[in-house]
């Protein structure tokens, strides 16, 4: 929730460019002002297919602490207040007398009069930067570096400000790399004193921070207005939330984004952080030039990394050093830093019996572009084990990786021979980490086909209690502070490390290999069921193939891989097995991420859905739709069904890398899952305004995008559909093999909206491309006369007449129910209605059971070997 002040009286309804919002009195007799609350929600925008940007769920809130100044909560974070007072007087002083920050003031001050006098509406329909916007680059350029030059650089890393070109690239992850470009970038001064590395300054994850300037003063994060009315300007919160969201996804273990906006004369301080944006308030620059001082050197002088968002439990090794690898085979082995992307020495997760720190070897494997839902980032990592002597020096991994160049440190690391993976990501403090929900579930025993967990934990700060979280950052009381009773829903670092490593699932090399991985999963999720856990995110991202260098990978070698299923964050726990709760009923114990919550039977959600909407099952889709007064139990034949979607997607997928060498299309696009509401809902909303909130608000718990569910680690590079039907037409020529994958994915998988998912899945799009010969290029019809793609065609079409006829008993139960002949009393109306879903429910638990899924698979494994003898 982002912070903001407003005039008093503040009471009755406040106008935002979003509609109008209620806002009950509030009697407020301490210092400062009242401030003005608003959430950060994803929706489309001029700069991405899926953007986050602020909309109209404001309401005004207290800091429990009235002592606390409101009005500098973001300049004290920045730490302004540490420099001296004495020296800013004394260069506010000395900087007003310099001849190139008057001229520069005097073209500032033109511009801004030149500056186009246009309604707030009318600037953020502007979509080009604008010339004066550029032409101010130059004279606050002399202010800034006229402010770094006041006085001896302070004993730390340097930076310096660029302004303008380049465009920023963001190498993690490419296909999010549409182009972007802040008006301001902070950056370290040893990187831009390098020769010939252009392109390193110009990625984002080594931008420190960035800046947005605007012409007018009508253009800054909140015009203020009297006479009942308050606007919040979308425009410049569009470019902040997604210049914020590239940060936090691009530069690794970032716990939050600084940035510095000015629009015309005046300026403000922004801090972007899961929970969403906080501003300072806005200042005149020459009004207030010497916190304008303040602002610019604290940011490029004083501020340690950390201050400006980095995790202080991590660390970055030097490139080029050695390390020891404690391999049995080998006494010699050796693992050396490589030159180029960075490497992070990450400390132990509390709790590890062990307290072994881990490296990460090379580029994340995935990094979430959402900025408000988990904010997910995988790593390939080895654990490293550090001498007690050397620990007991530097107990941290930032204190080890700046000692590392000292002699006999990193001698003291000795690496494992095999490589884990790290998952680091922002849990609801509503809702039980997922490292909980893995040890829960192997209570009863390791489950084969289901990841294991070496340890996790939220991340604690050496020294504190309480974890890591956006309140706790943010410097709000948690629920450990003396007094404080408020339990207000946040956002807390979580991180965890799995034993298993995997490879897509649509990699299979056969039919065999497809089909016997499947019957592990589907083995696995039987156990996962009858210890009490519904999976409730089933998704190609969550069922992999174990990779052949995995330790735990059995698999002989020429012989079929084994899978294995993973991500149990949204897994649901009940006391029986047929003890399924419905979407919406859940409930769960509030906290703010400052104490383990217990672990919850149920989950407070609202009217939402968990899971991959692309792969979520045709009645959770279609009750999600009648709203939040409707409950839908999400039951264990909903996963099933995803089971079936996947296993078509994987397919699909397999004919695209096979006969393409590289996927042309992709999976289906991430979009979020956890609300009714799709993307373009979420922006018509914000242009008419949206008095109900939906989607938003303290009220509905979760409402975040399932950023991860399509994680595969050994594709990071995989695209998504970008083919929004509002967006510009492909002009790259398609060969019709390429035309038939694009428009098979789109058809089955590429929907962006429930009422389009559960459209193509009534017409049963997801498994259709297999059916109709007619519209087949050549190659895929010469792939299903092989004895594999007649086995997997065979299996598709099954699920298909599966789907096809629960549809027929949805049609068969409305037609009965409304029949008058057959119904002549609303009793009797009633109870057919209920009979007749009684008989439809049953229909359906039979469809979609283990017993059935392993029987059809079962069934295409002996085709297959018939198929083969033929």
Same mark, same amino acid.
């Given at each position: 929730?982002?912070?903001?002040?407003?005039?008093?009286?503040?009471?009755?309804?406040?106008?935002?460019?979003?509609?109008? #919002?209620?806002?009950?009195?509030?009697?407020?007799?301490?210092?400062?002002?009242?401030?003005?609350?608003?959430?950060?929600?994803?929706?489309?925008?001029?700069?991405?297919?899926?953007?986050?940007?602020?909309?109209?769920? @404001?309401?005004?809130?207290?800091?429990?602490?009235? !002592?606390?100044?409101?009005?500098?909560?973001?300049?004290?974070?920045?730490?302004?207040?540490?420099?001296?007072?004495?020296?800013?007087?004394?260069?506010?002083?000395?900087?007003?007398?310099?001849?190139?920050?008057?001229?520069?003031?005097? #073209?500032?001050?033109?511009?801004?009069?030149?500056?186009?006098?246009?309604?707030?509406?009318?600037?953020?329909?502007?979509?080009?930067?604008?010339?004066?916007?550029? @032409?101010?680059?130059?004279?606050?350029?002399?202010?800034?570096?006229?402010?770094?030059?006041?006085?001896?650089?302070?004993?730390?890393?340097?930076?310096?400000?660029?302004?303008?070109?380049?465009?920023?690239?963001?190498?993690?992850?490419?296909?999010?790399?549409?182009?972007?470009?802040?008006?301001?970038?902070?950056?370290?001064?040893?990187?831009?004193?390098?020769?010939?590395?252009?392109?390193?300054?110009?990625?984002?994850?080594?931008?420190?921070?960035?800046?947005?300037?605007?012409?007018?003063?009508?253009?800054?994060?909140?015009?203020?207005?009297?006479?009942?009315?308050?606007?919040?300007?979308?425009?410049?919160?569009?470019? /902040?939330? %997604?210049?914020?969201?590239?940060?936090?996804?691009?530069?690794?273990?970032?716990?939050?984004?600084?940035?510095?906006?000015?629009?015309?004369?005046?300026?403000?301080?922004?801090?972007?952080?899961?929970?969403? /944006?906080?501003?300072?308030?806005?200042?005149?620059?020459?009004?207030? +030039?010497?916190?304008?001082?303040?602002? /610019?050197?604290?940011?490029?002088?004083?501020?340690?990394?950390?201050?400006?968002?980095?995790?202080?439990?991590?660390?970055?090794?030097?490139?080029?050093?050695?390390?020891?690898?404690?391999?049995?085979?080998?006494?010699?082995?050796?693992?050396?830093?490589?030159?180029?992307?960075?490497?992070?020495?990450?400390?132990?997760?509390?709790?590890?019996?062990?307290?072994? $720190?881990?490296?990460?070897?090379?580029?994340?494997?995935?990094?979430?572009?959402?900025?408000?839902?988990?904010?997910?980032?995988?790593?390939?990592?080895?654990?490293?084990?550090?001498?007690?002597?050397?620990?007991?020096?530097?107990?941290?991994?930032?204190?080890?990786?700046?000692?590392?160049?000292?002699?006999?440190?990193?001698?003291?690391?000795?690496?494992?021979?095999?490589?884990?993976?790290?998952?680091?990501?922002?849990?609801?403090?509503?809702?039980?980490?997922?490292?909980?929900?893995?040890?829960?579930?192997?209570?009863?025993?390791?489950?084969?086909?289901? =990841?294991?967990?070496?340890?996790?934990?939220?991340?604690?700060?050496?020294?504190?209690?309480?974890?890591?979280?956006?309140?706790?950052?943010?410097?709000?009381?948690?629920? &450990?502070?003396?007094?404080? !009773?408020?339990?207000?829903?946040?956002?807390?670092?979580?991180?965890? #490390?799995? &034993?298993?490593?995997?490879?897509?699932?649509?990699? $299979?090399?056969? =039919?065999?290999?497809?089909?016997?991985?499947?019957?592990?999963? /589907?083995?696995?999720?039987?156990?996962?069921?009858?210890?009490?856990?519904?999976?409730?995110?089933?998704?190609?991202?969550?069922?992999?193939?174990?990779?052949?260098?995995?330790?735990?990978?059995?698999?002989?070698?020429?012989?079929?891989?084994?899978?294995?299923?993973?991500?149990?964050?949204?897994?649901?726990?009940?006391?029986?097995?047929?003890?399924?709760?419905?979407?919406?009923?859940?409930?769960?114990?509030?906290?703010?991420?400052?104490?383990?919550?217990?672990?919850?039977?149920?989950?407070?959600?609202?009217?939402?859905?968990?899971?991959?909407?692309?792969?979520? =099952?045709?009645?959770?889709?279609?009750?999600?739709?009648?709203?939040?007064?409707?409950?839908?139990?999400?039951?264990?034949? +909903?996963?099933?069904?995803?089971?079936?979607?996947?296993?078509?997607?994987?397919?699909?997928?397999?004919?695209?890398?096979?006969?393409?060498?590289?996927?042309?299309?992709?999976?289906?696009?991430?979009?979020?899952?956890?609300?009714?509401?799709?993307?373009?809902?979420?922006?018509? %909303?914000?242009?008419?305004?949206?008095?109900?909130?939906?989607?938003?608000?303290?009220?509905?718990?979760?409402?975040?995008?399932?950023?991860?569910?399509?994680?595969?680690?050994?594709?990071?590079?995989?695209?998504?559909?970008?083919? %929004?039907?509002?967006?510009?037409?492909?002009?790259?020529?398609?060969?019709?093999?390429?035309?038939?994958?694009?428009?098979?994915? #789109?058809?089955?998988?590429?929907?962006?909206?429930?009422?389009?998912?559960?459209?193509?899945?009534?017409?049963?799009?997801?498994?259709?491309?297999?059916?109709?010969?007619?519209?087949?290029?050549?190659?895929?019809?010469?792939? $299903?006369?092989?004895?594999?793609?007649?086995?997997?065609?065979?299996?598709?079409?099954?699920?298909?007449?599966?789907?096809?006829?629960?549809?027929?008993?949805?049609?068969?139960?409305?037609?009965? @129910?409304? &029949?008058?002949?057959?119904?002549?009393?609303?009793?009797?109306?009633?109870?057919?209605?209920?009979?007749?879903?009684?008989?439809?429910?049953? @229909?359906?638990?039979?469809?979609?059971?283990?017993?059935?899924?392993?029987?059809?698979?079962?069934?295409?494994?002996?085709?297959?070997?018939?198929?083969?003898?033929?």
């Amino acid at each position: 929730m982002g912070l903001d002040t407003c005039p008093e009286p503040c009471s009755g309804e406040l106008q935002t460019s979003f509609g109008r #919002v209620s806002v009950p009195p509030v009697e407020y007799k301490g210092a400062g002002a009242l401030q003005f609350g608003y959430t950060v929600s994803r929706a489309a925008s001029r700069y991405s297919a899926s953007t986050e940007f602020i909309t109209g769920t @404001a309401r005004l809130v207290r800091e429990p602490d009235e !002592t606390v100044d409101r009005e500098s909560q973001v300049f004290t974070r920045l730490g302004l207040f540490k420099i001296d007072d004495d020296l800013v007087t004394k260069w506010a002083k000395k900087m007003s007398n310099k001849k190139t920050v008057k001229t520069a003031r005097t #073209v500032l001050e033109k511009l801004e009069a030149q500056a186009p006098k246009k309604t707030l509406s009318d600037l953020a329909k502007t979509e080009k930067k604008s010339k004066q916007e550029r @032409a101010m680059y130059e004279p606050l350029g002399k202010i800034f570096e006229a402010i770094h030059k006041l006085a001896p650089a302070e004993p730390r890393e340097q930076r310096v400000w660029y302004w303008g070109a380049p465009y920023l690239i963001t190498e993690i992850m490419n296909k999010f790399a549409y182009r972007t470009q802040p008006d301001m970038r902070l950056i370290s001064a040893p990187l831009v004193k390098k020769t010939g590395v252009y392109e390193d300054f110009a990625l984002w994850y080594n931008q420190d921070c960035w800046g947005d300037i605007k012409a007018s003063k009508t253009q800054g994060p909140v015009v203020v207005r009297r006479n009942d009315e308050e606007t919040l300007s979308k425009d410049l919160g569009e470019q /902040v939330v %997604d210049y914020a969201r590239l940060h936090l996804s691009q530069r690794p273990f970032l716990l939050f984004s600084v940035g510095l906006v000015v629009f015309g004369s005046s300026f403000s301080l922004a801090i972007v952080d899961r929970d969403g /944006v906080i501003f300072s308030p806005t200042r005149d620059i020459w009004g207030n +030039h010497e916190l304008l001082i303040r602002g /610019v050197r604290s940011l490029g002088r004083v501020a340690s990394s950390v201050t400006l968002g980095e995790d202080p439990t991590v660390g970055r090794l030097p490139p080029g050093k050695s390390l020891k690898i404690a391999s049995s085979s080998s006494s010699k082995a050796r693992y050396t830093i490589p030159h180029g992307y960075p490497t992070f020495l990450i400390s132990p997760i509390r709790g590890d019996p062990e307290k072994r $720190f881990w490296l990460t070897i090379g580029k994340p494997l995935w990094s979430s572009p959402s900025l408000t839902g988990r904010g997910t980032w995988i790593w390939r990592v080895r654990a490293v084990a550090v001498a007690a002597t050397t620990l007991e020096q530097y107990p941290t991994a930032s204190k080890l990786a700046a000692a590392a160049t000292e002699s006999g440190v990193l001698a003291s690391f000795q690496l494992s021979e095999r490589l884990y993976i790290l998952k680091n990501a922002w849990r609801s403090s509503k809702r039980a980490s997922e490292a909980s929900i893995y040890n829960k579930i192997h209570e009863g025993g390791t489950i084969p086909g289901l =990841a294991t967990i070496v340890c996790g934990n939220d991340v604690y700060d050496e020294g504190d209690t309480e974890p890591i979280s956006c309140r706790r950052l943010r410097g709000i009381p948690t629920v &450990n502070t003396p007094g404080q !009773t408020q339990k207000s829903t946040t956002h807390v670092c979580h991180r965890l #490390v799995l &034993n298993d490593i995997g490879q897509p699932l649509w990699e $299979f090399k056969d =039919a065999e290999e497809l089909l016997d991985a499947m019957l592990s999963v /589907v083995e696995a999720h039987k156990l996962l069921y009858e210890r009490g856990f519904i999976h409730r995110d089933i998704s190609p991202g969550n069922i992999m193939l174990r990779d052949p260098s995995d330790p735990l990978s059995s698999s002989a070698p020429g012989g079929s891989r084994q899978a294995f299923l993973m991500d149990v964050e949204y897994a649901k726990f009940s006391a029986t097995p047929n003890d399924a709760g419905g979407i919406g009923d859940d409930e769960g114990k509030e906290g703010d991420g400052s104490e383990p919550p217990p672990f919850p039977r149920k989950i407070p959600r609202g009217p939402t859905m968990t899971g991959t909407m692309q792969f979520q =099952a045709r009645q959770v889709l279609e009750g999600v739709k009648l709203g939040p007064q409707h409950t839908i139990t999400q039951t264990i034949h +909903h996963d099933i069904e995803s089971i079936t979607l996947v296993i078509a997607f994987a397919v699909l997928k397999h004919l695209e890398v096979r006969f393409l060498g590289k996927p042309a299309t992709s999976e289906a696009p991430k979009i979020e899952t956890d609300t009714v509401q799709t993307v373009k809902d979420v922006a018509k %909303d914000a242009q008419t305004g949206d008095k109900d909130g939906k989607g938003s608000g303290d009220d509905v718990e979760d409402v975040e995008d399932d950023d991860d569910a399509d994680y595969t680690p050994a594709n990071p590079d995989a695209d998504e559909i970008s083919d %929004d039907e509002d967006g510009p037409e492909d002009p790259v020529e398609r060969t019709p093999l390429e035309k038939w994958i694009k428009q098979s994915f #789109v058809a089955a998988f590429g929907q962006q909206s429930i009422d389009g998912i559960a459209s193509a899945r009534t017409s049963g799009h997801a498994f259709s491309w297999v059916s109709n010969e007619a519209l087949m290029p050549d190659e895929i019809a010469e792939y $299903f006369d092989t004895p594999d793609g007649t086995t997997l065609r065979a299996l598709l079409v099954r699920f298909r007449k599966n789907l096809k006829r629960e549809e027929y008993l949805v049609a068969e139960s409305e037609d009965q @129910a409304s &029949n008058p002949k057959r119904r002549r009393t609303e009793a009797a109306k009633a109870a057919a209605i209920a009979a007749d879903f009684k008989k439809r429910d049953e @229909a359906y638990r039979s469809i979609f059971s283990h017993e059935n899924l392993l029987e059809n698979i079962q069934e295409a494994r002996e085709n297959l070997k018939l198929e083969k003898e033929y």
